[in-house]
């Protein structure tokens, strides 16, 4: 059973940083696209940003040039630097890896970022 483990969350306030890390126990996680999700209440999970297993990345408009996602297959883990929060930014934030060939998929727990304005 694959397991993913987040941690780095916790309360901020707005223009401070965050960065978030998370584990994965799988083998072969270069295979992988590696993936940070957030959903606030009420809303649905979206993706923030992606480190694909065929080297791009890509992240949702609205953390473009604040948040920058890295990854370390070596170590299997991949962080989420996040800068210059904002209110909307509270969320929980999901880790994923995702497999384009064989559609396995694997998620955190999730873990919850706060920033007070």
């Known amino acids: 059973q694959v397991q993913l483990v987040e941690s780095g969350g916790g309360l901020v306030q707005a223009g401070g940083s965050l960065r978030l890390h998370c584990t994965t126990s799988?083998?072969?996680?270069?295979?992988?696209?590696m993936i940070w999700y957030r959903q606030a209440p009420g809303k649905q999970r979206e993706l923030v940003a992606i480190t694909r297993a065929v080297g791009s990345i890509d992240y949702k408009g609205s953390v473009k040039g604040r948040f920058a996602i890295s990854r370390d297959n070596a170590k299997k883990t991949v962080d989420l630097q996040m800068n210059s929060l904002k209110p909307e930014d509270t969320a929980v934030y999901y880790c994923?890896?995702?497999?384009?060939?064989?559609?396995?998929?694997?998620w955190g727990q999730g873990i919850q970022v706060t920033v007070s304005s």
């Open positions: 994923n890896i995702f497999h384009r060939v064989t559609r396995q998929s694997y």
């Open positions: 799988t083998n072969n996680v270069s295979a992988f696209d």
